[in-house]
T-cell receptor, first 115, second 114 residues
Framework: KNQVEQSPQSLIILEGKNCTLQ??????????LRWYKQDTGRGPVSLTI?????NTKSNGRYTATLDADTKQSSLHITASQLSDSASYIC??????????????FGKGTKLSVKP | EPEVTQTPSHQVTQMGQEVILRCVPI?????FYWYRQILGQKVEFLVS????????KSEIFDDQFSVERPDGSNFTLKIRSTKLEDSAMYFC????????????FGPGTRLTVT
């Protein structure tokens, strides 16, 4: 069964600190893996998208890694800010080609950044 | 920057009533999607739409659901006879197509069925 598992479920860190969120997936076939940031009551916003041939991608203070062999990904946030408080969701697409339908979502890691 | 918009932001309806959730995807995007998120749970795929027809749908998307792109700009999700368990956030998304994998999500409509 196609699944995306994330850890930890929740995380509290102090402002300015770094953190790393984990994602394991069992989706096959595999097309790409995304990390989204979702503020409470809002739609997900894309941070990074990686295909199987990419093993790292950065977007400002966010750096995602992908190991397609072990089917693991991580999202590293550096120098955290209060505005980073949100849910971070790992999403896998098993569809090749244009439609990119049926994204498979993890449950997310709820990050709280405290002053 | 172009964005996906959704209306209404919050819809309250009684069980058994029909609701229509509206979305305006990003102009020139070719693929459209509906997702739902029950409170406290993960986002779930409902349906994808391309070239004026459904390209894929999940088990959730049963005969009570339908989608339509009536006028070339709006993309709607209709629930014919709402149930209590339909209460959720409903997100619309659009994708440009071609080599792009990037789906852009709208802010969502919170549907409350009483």
């Amino acid at each position: 069964k196609n699944q995306v598992e994330q850890s930890p479920q929740s995380l509290i860190i102090l402002e300015g600190k770094n953190c790393t969120l984990q994602c394991n997936y069992t989706v096959s076939p595999f097309s790409n893996l995304r990390w989204y940031k979702q503020d409470t009551g809002r739609g997900p916003v894309s941070l990074t998208i990686m295909t199987f041939s990419e093993n790292t991608k950065s977007n400002g203070r966010y750096t995602a890694t992908l190991d397609a062999d072990t089917k693991q990904s991580s999202l590293h946030i550096t120098a955290s800010q209060l505005s980073d408080s949100a849910s971070y969701i790992c999403v896998v697409s098993g569809v090749e080609g244009g439609s990119q339908g049926n994204l498979i979502f993890g449950k997310g890691t709820k990050l709280s950044v405290k002053p | 920057e172009p964005e996906v918009t959704q209306t209404p932001s919050h819809q309250v309806t009684q069980m058994g009533q029909e609701v229509i959730l509206r979305c305006v995807p990003i102009s020139n995007h070719l693929y459209f999607y509906w997702y739902r998120q029950i409170l406290g749970q993960k986002v779930e795929f409902l349906v994808s739409f391309y070239n004026n027809e459904i390209s894929e749908k999940s088990e959730i998307f049963d005969d009570q659901f339908s989608v339509e792109r009536p006028d070339g700009s709006n993309f709607t999700l209709k629930i014919r006879s709402t149930k209590l368990e339909d209460s959720a956030m409903y997100f619309c998304a659009s994708l440009a197509g071609g080599y792009s994998y990037e789906q852009y999500f709208g802010p969502g409509t919170r549907l409350t069925v009483t």
